[in-house]
């Protein structure tokens, strides 16, 4: 019997596009291949009768994988994969590569083509992290210390590379920071430059904390208006909170306190 | 009227928000653009909302009136000139710091400025066309502006407004000309409509001068150009207004043309209107029949509905014991984007012998119940608009049928995962020929018993390794 064939990937977009490249290219059979996405704080069962390989980051297979889907596929399918490798299922390695395996072979419509387990599986991810980055382009909240807006959230997946370029875009006369807090990353947009993705260290953790919970002067104002906007004889408490989850509110002004 | 002359900030907004809130659109959708470098500002399409109050409704701009202080005697109208509260005013640099800040902040998506009648009614538009200009010209701000016309305003004022606003709207206040005249004694049904002519006049203009970028068309005018591509000779309603004088191919509707000012188009998120719902007594049917008439005769964007409440306890309206008529417009919604995005007709969901909604089954599977012998459609062949009448079926599931089943075939399983409904749909569609099991005793009782104790059905079928087929039978579908 031939052995299963493990590729394992860091989890980074270029980390795990490595891996396809290599996979895609070994020719071992796709039924044998398997992606696993390494992660810090997991340590991954080894199974028997397997072969592992470990994958180092390299930009330049990464860049070929995504050429060749781009040209091949279509850029939408790549926008599609870009989206499972920023969400927070420990097996998206797998099911990407698996998914553009099918993909090359159908062409620019897979998308369409619900009724494929591994097209089922990358259009439910899509929809959950395109949801999710929405519900933080309504909900996340700047706050503003020496002329910085920051803004601190608590993600399921790594939206910060989706939702940046919308504020880069609409407050492009602004310096800010929003930092994702579970993934220790931020995106950063001066006001005079453009905006780039940045780990953020312990220290720096907790400085943002800080000042994103210093009072502005403007929460305030916004409570009066959140409160005075609603109507008392259309309570609907349950309505409220399906609209807006409770968990999204750790961080939002108006539900603070 | 006790007039506050010193109110600060935080009083003003808490009063002017308070009085506001009745206006129902919160909506920030129906125009795409993006920021200028160096102004501050974009807008999407779809909308953003940004927080959800305590009634669960939307909030997506900062919803205010200028002032409200007020003439007219609305009766149904918190700010009517008869009643003892406080009343103040902002300035329009307070409006424009207020916005810009929250807007900096991700509170909100731009502005609704609304008011009452302060002198006139051009005195009024002029202030808040004041505060619009030095929104947009002095503080730069490129997002979602939401303007209310006031009734009276005269038309070069009107026109202003939707040179500076992204979205207009008039209230048509009450659904029949004789209500608004009980109710609403200072407001005529002309007054209301010449307005809401001229500005659909002005968008079609600026559709025409500057493409999409001037406004694109309501989901109305999609569906029906949609179907009428299919089926020609459709019918349209009855005309329920009397159509207000300016030609439709009057040739300037637009005067201001500078560049500074049409960059944006003309109202390019289109216009909307709201009404009164239970204050006046009108049937479900002659309140959707009016709407159709203003989808079909103004192009309106969206037409809200408001539950009436009584907050005058004034002895000539009504106050329902069991609170606001909620459920009612709920269905009301619901048959509103059966209008806009589905296909139907007012006609069609109600009739002079059933004039209201049915209040325990939603207007569509009401629709379909009393129309089986329409059904069961196949999934795998139906078209497009015979898909979108199936309950549990909607604009997003229908179009992810159509694209899916081109790469294969379709079957239950899938449905789930295209957004499908299946405890509603199951009943009046087949997979390759098939029907779900359990769903095969159609009839109207039956069914009517089954999505009203909703979930029975699924529940006992719930894995999805344990759905089964049964061929269909030729008489299951004949009524008895």
Not at chain 2, 93 to 100: D, F, G, K, P, Q
Request: net charge neutral; proline share 5%; glycine share 6%.
């Amino acid at each position: 019997m031939k052995p299963v064939r493990v590729y394992r990937c860091p989890d980074t977009i270029d980390g795990i596009m490595t891996g396809i490249y290599e996979a895609g290219i070994s020719r071992y059979g796709h039924d044998y291949i398997r992606l696993e996405v390494i992660s810090p704080d997991c340590v991954s069962e080894m199974q028997l009768f397997s072969e592992y390989i470990e994958i180092i980051e390299d930009a330049k297979k990464a860049a070929l994988a995504a050429d060749s889907i781009i040209k091949k596929i279509s850029s939408a399918v790549y926008i599609s994969i870009i989206h499972v490798l920023l969400s927070d299922k420990s097996d998206k390695a797998d099911i990407a590569y698996h998914f553009l395996v099918y993909a090359f072979h159908i062409g620019p419509g897979v998308m369409s083509a619900l009724q494929v387990p591994w097209v089922k599986q990358v259009f439910e991810i899509n929809r959950a992290v395109g949801n999710e980055s929405h519900f933080f382009r309504e909900f996340l909240r700047f706050s503003q210390t020496d002329g910085i807006y920051i803004s601190v959230i608590e993600p399921k997946n790594h939206v910060i590379p989706l939702i940046t370029p919308h504020f880069a875009d609409r407050l492009n006369t602004e310096s800010f920071i929003i930092y994702d807090k579970i993934h220790m990353e931020a995106g950063i947009h001066p006001a005079s430059g453009d905006w780039y993705i940045r780990h953020i260290l312990p220290e720096e953790s907790l400085q943002l904390e800080k000042m994103y919970n210093n009072d502005d002067g403007l929460a305030s104002l916004w409570k009066t208006f959140f409160d005075a906007i609603a109507i008392k004889e259309r309570a609907n408490p349950s309505l409220q909170r399906n609209m807006c989850p409770i968990h999204f509110r750790k961080h939002m002004t108006e539900f603070k306190d | 009227m006790v007039i506050i002359e010193n109110a600060n900030i935080d009083d003003k907004l808490k009063i002017l928000a308070d009085s506001a809130k009745y206006d129902v659109a919160c909506t920030s959708s129906g125009v795409e653009r993006k920021a200028e470098k160096g102004s501050m500002g974009s807008t999407s399409a779809c909308g953003i909302c940004h927080s959800f109050a305590a009634d669960g409704r939307c909030i997506s701009l900062l919803k205010i009136l200028y002032t409200n202080e007020c003439i007219y005697n609305c009766k149904y109208c918190i700010n009517r000139v008869t009643n003892d509260i406080p009343r103040v005013s902002f300035t329009p640099e307070e409006i424009c710091s207020l916005t810009m800040e929250f807007y900096k902040r991700n509170y909100i998506e731009g502005l609704f400025l609304s008011s009452g009648i302060l002198h006139t009614p051009d005195y009024t538009m002029e202030l808040m066309i004041q505060t619009l200009k030095m929104l947009r010209e002095d503080y730069h701000f490129g997002g979602y502006i939401h303007c209310k016309t006031i009734p009276g305003a005269s038309s070069e004022l009107v026109e202003l407004a939707g040179w500076y606003a992204d979205r207009m709207s008039i209230n048509l206040e009450l659904p029949t000309a004789d209500g608004l005249k009980r109710l609403a004694p200072n407001k005529s049904r002309n007054a209301i409509l010449n307005p809401m002519r001229q500005i659909q006049l002005g968008i079609d203009q600026s559709r025409r001068l500057l493409g999409m970028k001037g406004g694109n068309y309501s989901a109305y005018s999609y569906t029906r150009d949609r179907l009428a591509k299919k089926e020609p000779h459709l019918t349209s309603s009855k005309v329920l207004f009397d159509m207000p004088k300016i030609a439709p191919s009057s040739p300037a509707v637009l005067h201001r043309q500078s560049d500074s000012l049409t960059k944006r188009g003309f109202a390019p998120a289109g216009q909307s209107t709201q009404m009164i719902i239970g204050a006046s007594g009108e049937t479900d049917f002659e309140i959707m029949s009016v709407t159709e008439a203003l989808y079909q005769k103004f192009d309106l964007k969206r037409v809200f509905y408001s539950a009436f409440i009584n907050v005058n306890n004034d002895d000539e309206l009504p106050s329902p014991a069991d609170g606001p008529p909620l459920a009612r417009e709920h269905r009301l919604y619901q048959a509103d984007w059966l209008l806009r995005y589905y296909g139907f007709s007012a006609s069609e969901l109600l009739s002079d012998k059933r004039p209201n909604f049915n209040p325990f089954l939603d207007p569509k599977c009401d629709w379909a119940l009393g129309h089986l012998e329409d059904f069961p459609v196949e999934i795998n062949r139906a078209d497009y608009d015979t898909l979108l009448r199936v309950p549990g079926i909607g604009v997003k599931s229908a179009g992810r049928i159509i694209k899916a089943r081109r790469m294969g075939k379709v079957g239950f399983n899938d449905l789930k995962n295209m957004g499908v409904v299946l405890r509603r749909a199951v009943y009046f569609i087949t997979c390759g020929g098939k029907m779900f099991s359990n769903a095969l005793h159609i009839d109207e009782d039956f069914i009517t018993k089954q999505l009203i104790n909703k979930d029975t059905l699924l529940r006992n079928n719930t894995s999805e390794s344990s759905i089964t087929y049964k061929q269909m039978h030729l008489f299951d579908f004949i009524p008895q």
